[in-house]
């Protein structure tokens, strides 16, 4: 029988590999334990079995008290990255650095009757400082090297500025900023240009005639009175169409004169003057509607007793306003000078109209400014000299300003002069007298041709400052801004007339 031999091959033994498989197990062992430390070590801090030490943050001794605990106040849930020293240095300007924040903006300040405007850099630390929030009507904000802060604020102040030595001041940085008062801006600040007497009239209208413009008269000051949220006048005579030159006491405007109140961005008038009848109810009325359409607020007076007798309310930028404009003076309803019923004219005073207006005012939580058309003063000497007597209050005037105060106004001018008088801090609030002539064709004397302009800067309802701004009209009657000599030397005579400041 034949055999067959079968060969029944078997594959050989070799050594096992590591696959694709395998690499794919390791890789997800490696990853399951790294999930398993992190949660380990997660455990661990919550649990304060491991603690990360944050950095130390040091105060320097050059910070104040106050800075010092704003900012261990502020900083007491931050954890430091690294260490951290933290120091303050008063800075000339705004400029910051990475590892700087500006904490606050210091100006300088001096008293109310000081006659000092502006300083030098070189001598602002022989002034007080204070933070520019915290300003009041009884402080004076001077300019350093001719800057007011509420021109532009930029200039005039000084910086408190913190400084971070440290390898990360963004941190910090971020953490404090949101903590930081808000700065004053022109967009929080409502600023208000106060003028005293306009009368568009007499000798004024023969220039008009060879100038052909009104808007030349304001051209000196324009830029200046515009420059403000709100522009007020104390407008005495009525526009028409037939005015005549005249040197009488009987006063009109012609038309074209109108283009130097818009010219000078004219908001508010007030119209407690004695002139507005002169020419007529009807010109009064045509004026009044003039003003209307040029969108301008009047107040003080109007084309009826009611109207008249209205105050101006303002609500702008967070501060509201009650403002009051009275006649005290030789008008009268009798005369023709003062509203009655329907007819227009002033707003007379009565003693219960306005107490209640205050105190309704007052009320409300408004600031409550009161102007009066008071008496004049008449003591005038020979043309071309200086009358320093009507610097004074006249008869009167100081107990009734002041009482006004004591009913509760904030602040009480007078809108009457045609020379500028004294001013006064009473109870804290600022009494001016008189503020003179801003237009007029008075140049018989040179107290007539001068004037006070205010400049009203209100935060959140609360009067911070008033800037007092000197103008003077000559041959040309367009007035302008006294030089800075000039100015002191007649804010100095003024300072010296005042109940309180000598």
């Known amino acids: 029988m034949e055999s067959y031999a079968t060969n029944h091959s078997r594959p050989s033994r070799r050594s096992k590999s590591h696959g694709p498989k395998s690499h794919k197990i390791i890789i997800l062992l490696i990853f399951i334990g790294a999930i398993t430390a992190t949660i380990f070590l997660l455990v661990q801090i919550f649990s304060h079995k491991i603690v990360i030490i944050p950095g130390k943050i040091s105060y320097d001794e050059s910070l104040t008290d106050a800075e010092k605990s704003f900012l261990e106040e502020n900083l007491a849930d931050f954890r430091a990255p690294s260490d951290i020293t933290i120091s303050a240095t008063t800075e000339p300007t705004s400029s910051t650095k990475d590892n700087t924040l500006i904490y606050d903006v210091l100006v300088p300040v001096t008293d109310f009757y000081n006659t000092t405007s502006n300083i030098t850099s070189d001598q602002v630390s022989s002034y007080t400082l204070i933070p520019v929030s915290n300003l009041t009507p009884d402080q004076k904000l001077l300019s350093i090297d001719g800057h007011y802060y509420f021109d532009d604020y930029q200039n005039g102040a000084v910086y408190r500025t913190f400084h971070f030595d440290t390898q990360d001041s963004a941190t910090i940085i971020d953490a404090l900023s949101e903590k930081l008062p808000a700065r004053l801006t022109k967009d929080s600040i409502l600023s208000i240009n106060q003028t005293g007497v306009t009368a568009l009239a007499r000798a004024m209208q023969k220039t008009l005639n060879a100038v052909g413009d009104g808007a030349y008269f304001a051209e000196k000051v324009s ?33 074209r004169m109108f283009s130097a109140i818009t010219a000078i961005g004219t908001d508010i008038v007030e119209l407690t003057g004695n002139h507005n009848n002169d020419w007529g109810k009807e010109a009064n009325l045509s004026t009044i509607k003039l003003y209307e359409d040029n969108n301008m607020q009047t107040f003080g007076g109007g084309k009826d007793e009611e109207t008249a007798a209205t105050p101006l309310n303002i609500s702008e930028k967070g501060t509201n306003i009650t403002w009051i404009g009275i006649n005290y003076s030789t008008s009268s309803k ?3 000078q003062g509203a009655s019923g329907a007819n227009p004219g002033a707003n007379i005073y009565n003693a219960a109209t306005t107490k209640k207006q205050i105190a309704e005012g007052k009320e409300r939580g408004d600031f409550i400014i ?49 020379q500028p008088q004294t001013f006064e801090i009473y109870q804290d609030k600022p009494i001016y007298y008189g503020l003179g002539n801003l237009f007029f064709d008075q140049t ?59």
């Open 444 to 502: 018989y004397w040179p107290g007539t041709e001068r004037s006070l302009v205010l400049t009203h800067y209100f935060k959140d309802g609360k009067l911070l400052q008033t800037r007092i701004t000197p103008t003077m009209y000559g041959a040309t009657y367009q007035p302008e801004i006294l030089d800075e000599t000039s100015a002191k030397a007649f804010l100095t005579r003024l300072i010296s007339a005042s109940p309180l400041g000598n």
């Open 223 to 255: 830029d200046f009175l515009k420059s403000t949220d709100l522009t007020h006048i104390s407008n005495e005579v009525s526009f028409a169409s037939d005015c005549n030159v005249s040197a009488s006491m009987t006063l009109c405007s012609d038309p």
């Open 370 to 418: 009161v102007d009066v058309q008071y008496s004049e003063c008449y003591s005038y000497p020979d043309e071309g000299q200086e009358m320093p007597e009507c610097d004074y209050p006249i008869s009167g005037q100081q107990a009734f300003f002041r009482q006004l105060v004591d009913e509760g106004a904030d602040l009480v001018v007078g809108t009457q002069a045609h």
């Open 334 to 336: 009798e005369n023709g």
